[in-house]
């Protein structure tokens, strides 16, 4: 890995021996880009790259000369209004009214590692040699106002880490009303572009559509990144695939809204933006102070889309999650809330947790309901003190109930909200973000706290620390169950109102910090009714998600297969539920209602107590199997073979690392009569070795043994298990499901 300047040329190649990365100042003394994609030799000059031509309309720079414009020229982080026509990663309002800048380079320093990004999450390294972070300093004089563009090169992987920073260092206050994280100008749009969108209970479905001329964008203005967009998009050329080909992966490592665009200009050039969404969003720099933009992630691979996301999977999981739980095998835990929601007891809860006991799992989690006045959705938020009534011994005293099980103690919060019927509200009525004046909107009767005041998050901080300080908790999941409106902060003058939005994300993470801190040895797992805050900015402080509400075996597949892309297998959330199901109503088979959950971090959310003692003891057998396999699923190399988008059947495997074991998903939706013959083709294994495999529907079975090279390239026999041939017989039905286990034998064996 290197970062080189070239002094003549004033040409920046950062490359490993993946990827390069080459800009330029331009004659104008702006940043231009030249070149993102496979690694390439290192040269002296690479302004050949930088091609002006003479075109009619173009509005151009230099007096004497016709062809240099903006309009036509690959930047790095342009402004609007000097002859680029296209959305700006950058726009400025001063005092005057205009919104004109230019920034023009100034200097640069190339530092070994990557520095912290203070207050945000941000990806980082353990060792210098790890990664080299650039940083180029620009400044628009007329305003005074300076920029550090920050670019962070990883030694063995194919990513750059991207940020911006600005300083008022003029002599009047500016108004910053975009900064971008991130702008890639891209030489042609020979690209498809794929989305991550959904809502509320089917979050993450893949969408593809071809880019064109014009803009094509995802987003949020909702306060969280959201059900509806993923803060993630993917560029792949038309023809790649899994498993070949070229594509560019764009991540944003931060919760709140934001914007991800790409727009492809009249001379076919694409440029994609990506950063806070500038709706919304003014941040006034009076002189002297400064504005640091959360970081994107832009990852390239000429490998296809498998290779993408397991780059995205290994930096996320072993360099953006922290603490205790990044590397460890994930509790197998029980939730309450679809087995009772608020209606529970401490006796029903004890019932709950002993038969999970019984069956082996190791963590209890008490969801929503056990605090205030909280026995319906009307009241309680805010005032997180256990309700006596419900729990005469308090957390402590259900916590150590449960400790005495022989069980792990984790407890739900929901810090950011209130009821109007809270203590926390009759004291504080100003402390929800509203419009004085103005009526506020609700969202499952709650309002939104007015987290970008210290002293909400201060008070909140101080409610959430008695609890876990007194009590053995083990585990916290955050929620957060409605998006923003009335985004208005009464602490704050007219002229910071559009800081509110992101002043409020800095207070989570302020809040996420001091407690992540305090209990380093709690596993945080984040959730904003199921998926609504599935992001990278909240896996520097949660390693894992509640992936979706939505439980159902069939629609995990798509939400489970869509959140792939970018995020681990260890940070998604995925448990066992009834059935019918209660999001969808559908009946699926429990062995493929945990089929489907192992690939995540595993658990239950039903009262096993209800099962037939065959279930349980499939249950048993489940959670055995899990415990055994769990660091092959959770932290094993995921493939995606088959696509739950593109038809019935589903095609997942994780492969240890050193190719010795791995574990293949097979899922079929809907069952056929006489149907054709199925193979699935392997990936990831060693092409040498005969692996000896077992299939698992409720029990394992013998499978055979196969080399890696037949599984690889011939394809896993699937018809035989699912031929239906014996009438009634296994492999018949819907929703059917198989993992099939492989072990690699060792030599002597
Ligand atoms: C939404 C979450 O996603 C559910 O799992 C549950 O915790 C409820 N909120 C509780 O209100």
Known sequence: MEIVFKEAA????????????????????????????????????????????????????????????????????????????????????????????????????????????????????????????????????????????????????????????????????????????LCLDLPDHDYDWMQFSGAWARERHLKVRRLEEGIQSVGSRRGHSSHEHNPFVILKRPHTDEFQGEAIGFSFIYSGNFLAQAEVGSHGTARILMGIHPDCFDWKLEPGESFQTPEAVMVYTDRGLNDLSQTFHQLYQKRLARGYWRDRERPILINNWEATYMDFDEKRILDIAGKARDCGVELFVLDDGWFGQRCTEHAGLGDWVANRDRLPEGIAGLARRIGDLGMQFGLWFEPEMVNKDSDLYRAHPDWILHVPGRPSTHGRFQYVLDFSRKEVVDCIYGMMEKILGEADVSYVKWDMNRSITECFSPALPADRQGEVFHRYILGVYDLYERLTSKFPYILFESCASGGGRFDPGMLYYAPQAWT?????????????????????????????????????????????RANAAYFGTFGYELDLNTLTEEEQEQIKDQIQFMKKYRRLFQFGAFYRMESPFDGNVTGWMVVNEDKTEAAVGWFRVLSGSNQPYTRMRLKGLDEAALYDITVRREKNKPYGNFYGDELMHIGLVTSDATSGEIPGGEGLGDFESMIFLLKARTQEA
């Open 548 to 592: 979706s509400d939505d439980s159902d075996a069939v629609e995990r597949l798509m939400i489970q297969h869509g959140t792939s892309y970018c995020y681990p297998v260890s940070s998604m959330g995925s448990h066992v539920s009834t059935a019918p199901n209660h999001q969808t109503g559908r009946l699926t088979p429990l062995h493929t």
């Open 10 to 181: 004033k040409t920046f190649h950062l490359y490993n021996d993946q990827i390069s990365y080459i800009m330029q100042v331009l004659p104008n003394g702006q940043m231009g880009q030249l070149y993102f994609g496979k690694r390439i030799h290192d040269r002296e000059d690479f302004s050949y790259l930088l091609e002006t031509v003479s075109r009619p309309m173009a509005s151009c720079v230099f007096e004497d000369n016709k062809s240099f414009s903006l309009d036509h020229i690959l930047q790095e982080y342009p402004s609007y209004g000097t002859g680029d026509y296209k959305s700006p990663a950058v726009e400025v309002l001063q005092k005057t009214g205009s919104r004109i800048t230019s920034f023009i380079y100034k200097g640069h320093k190339i530092t070994s590692g990557k520095p912290r990004l203070e207050g945000l999450p941000a990806t980082y390294t353990e060792g210098e040699k790890e990664a080299a972070t650039l940083t180029i300093y620009l400044g628009d004089e007329p305003t005074g106002l300076s920029l550090a563009l920050s670019y962070t090169i990883f030694s063995n992987r194919s990513a750059i880490a991207r940020s911006a920073r600005f300083v008022n260092e003029g002599g009047e206050e500016l108004h910053l009303t975009t900064a971008m994280s």
